[in-house]
Structure formats: C-alpha cells, structure tokens
C-alpha cells in the first residue's frame, strides 16, 4: 500500500486513529486521547505565539526510508512551502517535527522517528510526553532548547 492508497480508501476516513505507514506498506495505527489532542493544541499555540514566518502544520504526511510519518505538529519555513506546497506526502520533513508521545510509543520508536525526520533535512525534532516534558533534537542529538524557537519552554502545563 503508499500513501495515495491510504488518502482515496473511503474506508480509512474520519478514524479516530492517527494513521502511518512502515517501510512494508502496512498501515501503523495509533489511538488517539483527548490528553494527546490537548498537548497536541498546547504545542501549536505556543509556536503560533513564537513564530514570525512560515506555517505551522498538524498531522503532515512525511515520506521517509521507513515509510510514511506523520508529526503531530510541524513548522514550516517559507522556502519550505513554495517548495513542496500541497505535496502529499512530503519528500523532505518540515524543519520542525513536533511528536506527542503516546502511552503505546516505545522509546525506540521515538527515537526511530527522530532519525527518520533528521534524515529527510528536518532541522529539529521535539518530543513531548502527555505529561507535558519536552525534550529537543537536532543533528548533533539532545540538545537544551530549540534554536529555531528560542524561549520555548521545556514543560507545557
């Protein structure tokens, strides 16, 4: 299965899922919470405060070695979206991915999706567990605080 496939299945609309897919073409699903959705908003509003250019996107479709991956919430620059626009999925991760960690994610997994967003020119990638920690990534790896929105904080109440 790719992802056009997922897109027109009439019967894989308006799931409460979060839906991917593996390097295999298999749909990967995750339930979605009420406590994932709130931090999911929590995260958007606080960039939407930050931000001075770009878009800020929720649930995008990345294609990556492993398949298609969706972040919760993702910045977007300007270059960015003249670029790829209305691509779906994208070949390149925006260059901020934001993931809300899911009581069924593995750390492994987390870890994985991190790389995979890396690896499609991503510059940072943000983890942030239900409980509100949020933890920050660029190519060097875990890092204090985000260069492209400084003053974000570490905690999100």
């Not at 749909?27 to 931090?39: D, E, G, K, L, Y």
């Amino acid at each position: 299965m790719n992802w056009s496939d997922v897109l027109a299945d009439p019967c894989l609309q308006d799931l409460p899922y979060k839906i991917e897919l593996n390097q295999h073409g298999a749909i990967v699903m995750t339930p979605a919470s009420n406590r994932h959705a709130r931090q999911q908003s929590r995260i958007y509003d606080l960039l939407n405060s930050l931000k001075r250019s770009g878009e800020l996107i929720v649930e995008c479709a990345v294609g990556t070695e492993s398949g298609v991956r969706v972040p919760d919430v993702a910045w977007m620059s300007d270059s960015f979206v003249a670029k790829h626009g209305e691509s779906t999925p994208f070949p390149r991760a925006p260059e901020l991915c934001v993931e809300v960690v899911s009581p069924s994610n593995s750390r492994a997994e987390m870890e994985e999706k991190i790389q995979l967003y890396l690896d499609r020119s991503a510059r940072e990638v943000w983890l942030c567990s239900e409980a509100g920690t949020v933890e920050f990534f660029d190519a060097t790896g875990a890092v204090d605080e985000s260069q492209l929105f400084a003053g974000f904080p570490t905690q999100i109440k």
